[in-house]
C-alpha cells in the first residue's frame, strides 16, 4: 500500500550558484558525508549529480509527509548497480520504506519518491 507519493524538479543552475555563494556550509547543511563522497566522483557532472540528491530530498519530503525530517535524515546514494537509494536516517525510518527514481540533463534534475509501509 502507498501511503504517499512525492515529485520535484530542480534547475542545475540554481544549485550550483547556491554551492558558489555559500560552499561547503550550504553542501554539509543539504547533504551527508556519503552523498558527497559519491558525488566528488562525478567529475564535471557533479552539479547534476547533487541537483538530482536535491530533487530527490524534496520528493522524499512531499510523500512521507513529515514536518520532524530533515536534510540530513534523508541520504540518497546509489547501489552497486547504480540504482538511486533513499535511506531515512536518525530513527526516522523505522516504519516506512522509501522507492526513489532521478533523472537529470544538462539543465534540470527530477525526482519521484514513493513511501511505503515497512512490511
Known amino acids: 500500500m502507498i501511503t504517499g507519493t512525492g515529485v520535484d524538479i530542480t534547475e542545475v543552475r540554481r544549485l550550483k550558484q547556491a554551492v558558489q555563494k555559500w560552499g561547503n556550509d550550504f553542501l554539509g547543511r543539504i547533504f551527508t558525508e556519503p552523498e558527497l563522497e559519491q558525488a566528488k566522483k562525478r567529475g564535471s557532472s557533479i552539479y547534476q549529480h547533487l541537483a538530482g540528491r536535491f530533487a ?3 520528493a522524499v ?3 512521507a509527509g513529515n514536518k520532524n525530517l530533515n536534510w540530513k535524515d534523508v541520504q540518497i546514494l546509489n547501489d ?5 537509494i533513499c535511506v531515512l536516517l536518525n530513527g526516522k525510518g523505522k516504519k516506512v520504506d522509501v522507492q526513489i527514481s532521478i533523472s537529470h540533463v544538462k539543465t534540470y534534475a ?3 519518491a514513493i513511501v511505503t509501509p515497512k512490511s
Open 56 to 58: 530527490a530530498k524534496e
Open 61 to 63: 519530503f512531499k510523500a
Open 110 to 112: 527530477v525526482a519521484s
Open 80 to 84: 552497486k548497480d547504480g540504482k538511486p
